[in-house]
């Protein structure tokens, strides 16, 4: 029997994928745009918002007739075990290759935000952490990983990683962002997206784009940034990932931007996205993302305009599952409301993708490639990595008499209702969070040891003393009297308090779970005043997924450390902190507000966004953005920074050599700032152009090489074009962004340039043995 030309693998993918679509019927082309959640179901039982409205009855057996797109979250919609789960997918997948005429496998997808999100797998620390690390290769390391334990049960693309930037720390999935700097951000972002993709997962950035600047930080809250801000903040993470990462895929996001939804944008998806950046792989929706922009966003009056509208702008795949794409789509084709060349554009994008993954050659099978024996998606390998980058992240925020590290003999007061909860240590999107609280009773799967436990093990002749105070969020406080007691009674108190992740208000901090201001949860505000008032010292340990106002208790603390859900190793990783057998070397990826109002606020201000007499509110944070602890001192020695003049396309070296002079190993993060005084348009006052962070032994130094170029200092002009224009810049290589240690003065000289998306984004680095 001769092959058809479109399962050869000898011929090039574009001319499999022709050949392919010239033998597809309408109803087979469009099958391919759309994903089935095969967990969803019609009396709206599930983890996402809407789902009754938005989820349809349909014949599974009859659907897959004409093919299938995608198969939403096997391992993510309910507690499956991992081997068990995968033979179901290989299942599933036979049954659609049986029934349509041509035997394409779906491509399967899942969450991956902190790790997979599935039953038993591990529960990595979430984004917010990674950020705090400063430390890229470490993140790949763990997308790669992730992402093999990901093609070990069958899956093919997962929907990570996160690249908004922090707007306003208000806003409930802050936790799901790597900062609030779009230099940090893209630089861990394209680290996340090589790893993933490194193991042949289709990485999907997202939420493409501003979804993190709704305002008054509400979940899916209309975006007022201007196209500026759009520019300069929002978009050059996605640049940097799809450049130096090689995603695959673009989640549109759920948000819109001056009155015109992401999904129904083609000034975003198609002349951004893919006419100037050059982008080829697939667009797709954010859950029922098509269909809010008939109920939602009201921008269509039927399913059928919405899923024009999208498929116009870009979007290629409606997920989860069908609704707009399926039925009312075909019927508008055929009506000749829909151009058929709409269908042939996203059909070719999604089957080009499937032959890159080998879904379209002849010998593909479905069996998992972890064969039919068990499963280990949490293996002691994964979980030593989760607890290096656990370990990684926690940040010292304060520690001003040397509270830190604890006697391994004292009496230790454990307060706090985060101190006892395992779940105290996950984000909204790992899976015990996610997916378990809709079935009660099932086990975590994993160990998660908490702070209490672990301060246990790691201080076993210390007397440790436990009481809870307060809920998270609740009003009660009937518990702090017990709970000062405790403190009372001990030599240092450790109150750890923080947020309960969950979804669309089950939770403090998660999806849909955003926050008025920025005071602590419940009542834990009233509970840490109490415990300071016995005069005992007070280590304060925060579990959290945004950065919470803590003025109010400055300079009345022994010391301040602070962990962003730190995944199923942070108990020990905190305690590890505590007792000293770990040297704290986690840096801000958010700034620490001093006052809990004044919000939104970040870092990257203007000149009349910082403190000044023109009003009585000072926006100063208590914390600043790059700032952390040591319990090691390091001098920044032999800075080389002279005063230089290069031209609006030159470069130019920033160098200085750093010491440990403490007793013990430690790391340092040394971070360049840009300052430019002088600006066509009003500019950040500072912004972070680069960082590198260096491991260094007692009494080791290095020295740290930064190479910039001119093309760091663009910025969008009045006109909308991304410029370098001539003038003084300076740049500041500093332990934060407020604490600069050495400055360099540089001219730039000649003609403003403009620059477009082959700019350097990066600004490169090199350490060397110090002379």
């Given at each position: ?6 399962r ?13 679509l ?49 198969l939403?979250?096997p ?43 599935a ?14 690390t ?8 763990m ?19 996160v ?40 990485a ?22 201007g ?10 993470p996605?640049?940097?990932?799809l ?14 931007t ?9 000034a975003l ?44 702008a ?14 009312p ?10 151009p058929e ?33 068990p ?6 390998a ?39 909860d ?45 009481a ?108 590890g ?18 006052l809990?109002g ?19 509110l ?12 040591s ?18 396309d ?26 430019d ?23 080791e ?15 969008t ?16 290589l500093?332990?934060?962004?407020a ?7 540089l ?5 403003a ?19």
């Amino acid at each position: 029997m001769t092959t058809a030309p479109w399962r050869d693998p000898a011929l090039p993918a574009a001319a499999r994928v022709d050949d392919l679509l010239a033998r597809m019927t309408l109803e087979e082309k469009t099958a391919q745009l759309y994903g089935v959640w095969v967990g969803a179901s019609a009396d709206g039982a599930g983890v996402a918002p809407l789902q009754r409205e938005m989820t349809e009855e349909y014949d599974w057996e009859e659907l897959i007739t004409r093919g299938l797109g995608q198969l939403t979250r096997p391992f993510g919609t309910a507690p499956v075990d991992p081997a068990a789960g995968a033979r179901s997918l290989a299942s599933a997948q036979r049954r659609i290759m049986a029934a349509g005429r041509f035997g394409i496998p779906a491509l399967a997808h899942e969450e991956c935000l902190a790790g997979f999100t599935a039953w038993r797998a591990t529960a990595y620390p979430v984004p917010l952490a990674w950020g705090a690390t400063f430390d890229p290769d470490l993140v790949e390391e763990m997308a790669g990983r992730i992402g093999r334990d990901l093609r070990s049960v069958g899956v093919h693309q997962g929907l990570a990683p996160v690249l908004d930037v922090v707007r306003d720390p208000r806003w409930g999935r802050v936790e799901e962002t790597i900062g609030e700097d779009p230099y940090l951000v893209g630089t861990v972002g394209a680290a996340y997206v090589r790893g993933l993709e490194s193991a042949g997962i289709v990485a999907t950035l997202k939420h493409f784009a501003g979804y993190a600047a709704s305002a008054g930080a509400r979940n899916l809250a209309p975006v007022r940034a201007g196209v500026r801000e759009l520019a300069d903040v929002t978009l050059p993470p996605f640049e940097l990932a799809l450049r130096e990462g090689g995603a695959r895929s673009v989640m549109a996001a759920y948000t819109e931007t001056d009155g015109v939804p992401a999904s129904a944008d083609p000034a975003l998806l198609t002349g951004l996205l893919r006419e100037e950046w050059g982008f080829t792989g697939t667009v797709v929706a954010d859950y029922f993302g098509v269909g809010f922009l008939q109920s939602l966003h009201r921008v269509a009056g039927s399913p059928a305009e919405a899923a024009h509208l999208a498929l116009a702008a870009g979007v290629d795949v409606e997920l989860p599952t069908v609704k707009c794409y399926g039925t009312p789509l075909l019927e508008a084709v055929r009506a000749g409301e829909v151009p058929e060349a709409l269908i042939e554009q996203s059909a070719r994008r999604v089957l080009l993708q499937k032959c890159e993954l080998g879904l379209l050659d002849e010998d593909w099978t479905p069996a998992p490639p972890a064969g039919d024996g068990p499963v280990d998606l949490d293996s002691p390998a994964n979980r030593a990595l989760a607890r290096r980058l656990a370990e990684e992240s926690v940040v010292l925020l304060d520690n001003p008499g040397g509270l830190l590290p604890l006697a391994p003999d004292t009496r230790i007061a454990v307060v706090g209702p985060r101190a006892a909860d395992a779940l105290a240590m996950l984000g909204c999107y790992s899976f015990p969070s996610h997916v378990l609280p809709s079935h009660p009773g099932t086990p975590a799967g994993i160990d998660i040891p908490t702070v209490l436990d672990s301060l246990r093990s790691e201080l076993p002749d210390a007397k440790v003393t436990f009481a809870e105070g307060c809920d998270t969020s609740g009003p009660d406080t009937d518990g702090i009297a017990e709970a000062v007691a405790r403190a009372a009674e001990a030599d240092v108190c450790v109150a750890v308090l923080g947020d309960r992740a969950g979804l669309f208000g089950r939770g403090t901090s998660g999806e849909g779970c955003d926050a008025g201001d920025l005071r602590l949860p419940g009542v834990q505000g009233e509970l840490l005043d109490a415990l300071v008032a016995t005069g005992v010292p007070v280590v304060l340990v925060l579990l959290t997924g945004r950065p919470y106002a803590l003025g109010r208790w400055h300079g009345r603390l022994g010391a301040v450390v602070q962990a962003f859900f730190p995944g199923e190793e942070g108990g020990p990783a905190v305690a590890g902190v505590l007792s000293g057998r770990v040297n704290p070397s986690g840096r801000l990826p958010v700034s620490v507000p001093r006052l809990p109002g004044g919000q939104p606020w970040t870092y990257l201000q203007p000149p009349l966004g910082l403190a000044g007499e023109v009003s009585n509110l000072d926006p100063t944070p208590l914390y600043p953005f790059g700032h952390g602890r040591s319990y090691t001192a390091f001098a920044w020695e032999d800075f080389t920074g002279p005063p230089a003049a290069i031209g609006t396309d030159g470069s130019y070296d920033v160098s200085v050599t750093v010491r440990n002079t403490g007793d013990r190993a430690g790391a340092e993060v040394v971070q360049l700032y840009l300052h430019d005084p002088v600006a066509r348009v009003t500019r950040p006052d500072v912004r972070l152009i680069g960082y590198r962070r260096l491991e260094l032994a007692p009494g080791e130094a290095r020295r740290v090489t930064f190479r910039f170029h001119a093309d760091l200092s663009s910025f969008t002009d009045r006109s909308g074009r991304r410029v370098v224009e001539p003038g003084a810049l300076d740049l500041r290589l500093g332990a934060s962004s407020a604490d600069v240690r050495h400055t360099a003065r540089l001219t730039l000289t000649g003609p403003a340039r403009k620059v477009g998306p082959d700019r350097r984004l990066r600004c490169e680095t090199e350490v060397s043995a110090a002379e």
